[in-house]
């Protein structure tokens, strides 16, 4: 307190000091490079409460952790609430930073001039207010920057695309960057991206905005933490570690807290602002509540690339769809294994640079797992999409010898009153594919279906209609979802033959559009 009254806000670089056993200890403490940060938020970071003025900073438990995404990973976009603080803790991490890292530069990148401004006030109460022997001196103390003895600066500037810019940035932070304007948060990311992967690490931390900014495209990427294997990763495909609150994490607000903000903001920005939530126009499959409760579980083997959620057994029937693809690195083939009469997930395959040839192998080899393990043929059923593309997959088929893969190939019955040339598997078009979407919806959000895999949780959650159908929102994928559709055209084939299939599926209220099936499959092979 002494300081402010003296006007000594700042410490002088350089100055020749000597420290308590007690000090050196704190400064040991804040030095250290794994958890230095807390102690000094814990210990030496004061902040203005808006009610009770200066107070020591106690941070709130979610408040640690968002510390930790900040500290652990080297890419990172934490979405929170308004007036959560956010811009409180950056000020205090990034201090902290500058202060016990030499020769760094922090960019602090602000979507507004009075956003900047308030970042490095911020900052500048947490410097002022500290302990003196903590503290590095500074050698220059400026609104938009502040450079401290070790070497190490804090550079805060408004986001335009040419912020950054010939600037060597350890530590970027962006404040509230889903509210920089679309094109320049753009141009801006675009422009600072390279200088990032030379070494330096970037801190996003924002409320969220649209569903389509570059806030929200970095947001979804974090969020794709799925390898090739299925594995979870703790990054998601880019790099970025994800963190997420919302209100009801802060202590001081509660349901009453709620409905007074609802009833003065409304619902939809609510959600929002304090739901964290997109605001999603877009109408998915799967009720959106329902989605948010689906919980992956990890596979219980892997083979090859395909993963196994469920143990076979001999008194289940088996239904394995591969939906091609050129296996080219574009669209991606996939294959679905579910298991009935319980309509569970037993086991999914999805590449993109697989050719067919190899994609019917895989199938195969499903197959012939199956076989060997319950060592039963008869209860084996596959299929194939046979569009365009599984066009291809028929005449591989066909070559490889259909009796060469164990099961009956399954096919969808000749539709009456349709005079077509018959082609085995099945045929998706306009009308087959919504109905099977609706007879999906209906399974899931029942309980009927389970589905274990979290790649295909993740494909659910951005299977959204587009006209009068369904498909995965731009960028996302839905090839998981088309084998699993496939699965379902072939359990309401397959329910004409064993009762017990027809018990469970005929109970979820019939959408088919076509009249009583007549099944038609060809096999070799009992
Ligand atoms: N752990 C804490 N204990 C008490 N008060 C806190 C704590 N963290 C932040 N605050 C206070 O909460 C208020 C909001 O903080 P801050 O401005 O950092 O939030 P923000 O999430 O950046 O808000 P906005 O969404 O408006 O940018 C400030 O007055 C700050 O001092
Ligand atoms: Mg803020």
């Known amino acids: 307190m002494s300081k402010s009254l003296d006007g000594v806000l700042t410490k002088k670089a350089n100055k020749k000091e000597t420290f308590s056993e007690d000090q050196i200890n704190d400064l040991m403490q804040c030095m250290n490079t794994s958890d230095g940060y807390l ?109 401290f003895e070790n070497g190490s600066r804090i550079v805060s500037q408004t986001t335009t695309g040419n912020t950054g810019r010939g600037m060597s940035i350890s530590l970027l932070y962006c404040d509230e960057f889903a509210f920089v304007q679309p094109n320049i948060a753009e141009e801006f990311w675009t422009s600072i991206s390279p200088t990032l992967a030379t070494g330096g690490r970037a801190i996003l931390t924002s409320t969220p905005n649209s569903d389509e900014d570059t806030f929200a495209t970095i947001w979804k990427q974090a969020e794709q933490k799925y390898d090739e294997h299925g594995n979870e990763q703790e990054v998601g495909i880019n790099g970025f570690h994800s963190f997420i609150a919302t209100w009801d994490e802060h202590p001081d607000r509660d349901d009453t807290w709620r409905d007074e903000e609802i009833g003065r903001i409304g619902e939809e920005k609510f959600r929002r602002e304090y739901g964290c939530e997109f605001l999603v126009f877009d109408e998915t499959l799967i009720n959106s509540i329902h989605l948010a409760n689906m919980e992956s579980t990890k596979p219980i083997m892997n083979m090859g690339q395909t993963r196994w959620y469920k143990k076979v057994k001999a008194d289940a029937t088996y239904a394995i769809a591969l939906d091609p693809a050129m296996g080219t690195g574009g669209d991606y083939a996939a294959i679905q294994v579910f298991e009935l009469p319980a309509y569970e997930q037993v086991a999914e395959w999805r590449h993109n640079t697989t050719p067919i040839p190899a994609q019917v192998r895989i199938l195969t080899d499903i197959a012939k797992y ?12 596959w299929s194939v999409e046979n569009n365009s593309i599984g066009e291809a997959a028929l005449i591989v088929i066909n070559d490889f010898g259909e009796e060469n893969i164990p099961g009956l190939f399954v096919s969808e019955p000749i539709r009456k009153g349709h005079v077509r040339k018959f082609r085995k598997g099945f045929n998706t078009t306009h009308g087959t594919k919504v109905s099977a979407c609706a007879r999906l919806k209906t399974m899931i959000e029942s309980d009927k279906m389970k589905v274990y895999s979290g790649p295909l949780i993740t494909e659910l959650k951005g299977f959204v209609a587009s006209g009068s159908s369904f498909k995965a929102k731009p960028g996302e994928t839905d090839d998981l979802i088309s084998a699993v559709l496939l699965v379902i055209r072939m359990m309401s084939v397959l329910k004409d033959w064993d009762p017990r299939i027809y018990n469970t599926f005929t109970t979820v209220e019939d959408t088919e559009e076509y009249e009583a099936p007549m099944p038609i499959f060809i096999s070799t092979n009992y």
């Open 370 to 381: 199956i076989q060997q393990e319950t060592g039963i043929t008869n209860s084996i059923y």
């Open 39 to 147: 102690y000094f938020a814990r210990q030496f970071a004061y902040i203005q409460h808006p009610v009770q003025g200066k107070i020591e900073f106690s941070p709130y438990e979610y408040q640690l952790r968002l510390l930790g995404s900040y500290h652990n990973h080297r890419f990172n976009i934490n979405m929170l609430p308004r007036q959560t603080g956010k811009t409180t803790c950056a000020a205090i991490y990034l201090l902290w930073y500058a202060m016990f890292n030499p020769d760094q530069t922090i960019l602090i990148a602000a979507h507004k001039y009075t956003g900047a401004q308030e970042i490095m006030a911020r900052i500048r109460y947490v410097y002022e207010m500290c302990a003196d022997h903590v503290r590095a001196g500074v050698t220059s103390y400026n609104k938009g920057s502040i450079e």
